[in-house]
């Protein structure tokens, strides 16, 4: 009897256990899903004014538009106008606006269920030069950064470290004891104007302006410190992705950001100058490759102006009738191809066309990933097939950030980072995120 119902019970306990994973299993699985569909799907598509988009998501949803139906046309099967426009993911639609301007998309999931909205932007086809040109960058920070704090050994043979916990890596100085500051030599000086007591100090930290006291500290030097490592400028080798009909460019599909703290860079202004390869370092599993060259600096070298720094990259404006910018970076008609959006983007070929030399070649790649709902600057993943790309750098390596990638005629986005243990990898940003900059 008592060995009975120690069987039920381990039944019971068993039955319990198997419901349990089932439960588990069927959350996992609904959960790995919506993740697939989310990956699918992005929260926003442009359109291309009088162009037909064909868009594949491929997935259990449908979609209600509202009040678009003088505006937006679709062919989709099953799809009805009732007012609205109505169209199901699960299969190809195609996608057709006469206007530009901005409309809603609702999205239910099965049609039941309310999953997200869309935003759909149809704008005006836009063509620009796709580059490919090594360019040296300076940057002037608008302020002088702070790096971090240090330790001081005083005149008196006592350690100090006094703008630990007051001063943090990412701040930027524009002002001291009242006195504005635009490099580290301006921050030395007040600290000595100041001499021994405290020094008032206004920063900018995360967009926020505020007002911090530090105490000076006479070293052994003779000097009044504070211990804090400082930065004023920036400079590098980058490339150019693209230029505008107005001689507008974007560059690199990443932030400047400062090599120590790897924290994006605030600009008040800076400049693009000529850049000579000398050397490309070949990428190695562990060791991205680089590529090494000099850049002209100087007034009457400036090839344009730096006025922007994003996570998706830099921009600015060429200079008209410069000698030195001359045909090798203005704006040609004739060079100029359209900007895919991102739906357009397929895996398979595509060429990257960047500079390792004296000359801008094209080299093939393949695209092996698309996540065309990235939130970052890597919704694509590229592999380097052309031989000619493998035998001279290894693959990616640093330096062509903003080469730009082009398939099927149109530039669909640039070169944005290397994979450290596979330097033939890297990830690529979409055209169009780098235009909506």
């Not at 935003?119 to 002088?144: C, H, T, W």
């Not at 004891?177 to 020094?199: F, L, S, Y």
């Not at 970076?329 to 070929?349: F, I, N, R, T, W």
Request: hydrophobic residues 35%; neutral net charge.
């Amino acid at each position: 009897m008592g060995k009975n119902l120690i069987n039920r019970d381990l039944k019971k306990k068993y039955r319990a256990f198997l419901v349990a994973a089932l439960c588990i299993s069927i959350f996992v699985a609904v959960i790995y899903y919506i993740w697939y569909i989310d990956r699918k799907v992005p929260d926003s598509i442009m359109l291309i004014e009088n162009r037909e988009e064909s868009l594949d998501f491929n997935v259990p949803l449908e979609g209600e538009i509202d009040g678009a139906v003088d505006v937006i046309s679709i062919k989709n099967t099953g799809s009805t106008n009732d007012g609205n426009i109505h169209f199901n993911l699960n299969k190809t639609v195609r996608m057709q606006a006469k206007n530009t301007g901005s409309y809603k998309a609702k999205l239910k999931l099965f049609g039941l269920f309310h999953y997200k909205n869309i935003q759909i932007d149809v704008i005006k086809e836009q063509k620009v030069m796709p580059s490919g040109r090594a360019v040296g960058l300076y940057i002037n920070s608008d302020g002088v950064m702070v790096l971090g704090t240090s330790e001081i050994t005083g005149k008196d043979g006592f350690t100090y470290e006094p703008a630990a916990n007051i001063l943090r890596a990412g701040d930027y100085i524009y002002k001291v004891n009242g006195q504005e500051v635009e490099n580290i030599e301006d921050v030395v000086k007040a600290v000595q104007d100041n001499g021994k007591g405290r020094v008032t100090i206004y920063l900018r930290r995360n967009n926020n302006n505020i007002k911090v006291k530090v105490d000076t500290v006479l070293a052994g030097d003779g000097e009044y410190k504070i211990g804090a490592w400082l930065r004023e400028d920036t400079e590098g080798i980058g490339t150019l992705t693209y230029i505008t009909e107005d001689n507008n460019y974007v560059a690199l599909g990443h932030g400047i950001t400062d090599i120590d703290t790897g924290i994006l860079i605030d600009i008040k202004d800076g400049g693009v100058y000529p850049a000579k390869i000398s050397q490309v370092i070949r990428g190695e599993a562990g060791s991205p490759g680089e590529v090494l060259g000099s850049v002209k600096l100087g007034g009457t070298n400036q090839l344009g102006t730096i006025s922007n720094n994003t996570n998706y990259g830099i921009s600015g404006e060429l200079f008209n009738n410069n000698k030195v910018t001359g045909n090798n970076y203005a704006y040609d008609d004739s060079k100029a191809v359209p900007a895919a959006m991102k739906q357009e983007v397929v895996q398979g070929k595509a060429i990257v066309r960047c500079q390792l030399g004296e000359n801008i070649e094209d080299y093939e790649v393949e695209i092996e990933k698309i996540n065309i709902n990235s939130k970052e600057n890597k919704g694509m993943i590229i592999k380097v097939t052309d031989k000619r790309l493998l035998s001279k750098a290894g693959g990616i390596v640093q330096g062509m950030s903003g080469s730009p990638i082009m398939q099927n005629n149109k530039i669909i986005g640039a070169v944005t980072h290397v994979f450290v243990n596979d330097s033939t990898r890297g990830y690529g940003i979409f055209i169009e995120d780098m235009l909506s900059e």
